[in-house]
């Protein structure tokens, strides 16, 4: 008869668990599917990055969010830069634990703000055409001490970036 309880007790435990898991899912901005290559992705993917100048052009980083906890890479193709706004052409390598994709970029960084607006179309990967929208802020000092040793001293840039799916087509 004890046995019997403890094993109810269990099972309505794990079902408990697998409805909060499938509650805490269904309101999170991206999510997943098993099927087919961008049918893996409702709404949208969501991820947050902090990035960094390694030697200029290159960059690197973290990710995380709905890709997984990951790395960043990253190239800059095109640098304009005046006192007040900066235009960065760039790609994007993000290496999540999840999923990996390169976006084309393109940013404008406001230098009296410390802020930037990125706009960009997902080159490879599951998630390929859809559009790029994130931002980012420059954070100086950075304490990261991979930025420290970097070309551009103590600066970083932490920002987020949001693919709707369904927005490339």
């Known amino acids: 008869m004890k046995t019997i309880r403890i094993r109810t007790l269990f099972a309505s435990v794990v079902v408990a668990i697998m409805l909060l898991l499938n509650i805490s899912s269904a309101l999170a901005g991206g999510q997943r ?60 390598h993000i290496n999540g634990g999840a999923y990996h ?36 802020q420059v954070i100086s000092p950075c304490g990261v001490i991979n930025a420290q040793n970097g070309s551009s001293g103590d600066v970083c840039f932490q920002g987020t970036l949001s693919i709707r799916v369904g927005s490339g087509d």
């Not at 030697?55 to 973290?62: D, E, S, T």
């Not at 890709?67 to 052409?89: C, R």
């Not at 970029?105 to 230098?111: C, G, K, L, V």
């Not at 706009?119 to 994130?134: A, I």
Request: aromatic share 10%.
């Open 33 to 92: 599917e098993t099927s087919g290559d961008k049918g893996r992705f409702r709404g949208r993917v969501e991820l947050i990055f902090t990035k960094w100048i390694t030697n200029f052009p290159n960059m690197a980083g973290l990710v995380s969010g709905d890709v997984g906890g990951g790395t960043f890479a990253g190239e800059i193709l095109n640098y304009d830069h005046t006192t007040a706004v900066d235009k960065i052409e760039a790609l994007y």
């Open 101 to 136: 994709f390169t976006a084309h970029n393109f940013i404008t960084q406001n230098n009296l703000k410390g802020t930037a607006v990125i706009d960009g179309l997902v080159l490879d990967g599951p998630l390929k055409g859809e559009r790029v929208r994130g931002e980012y």
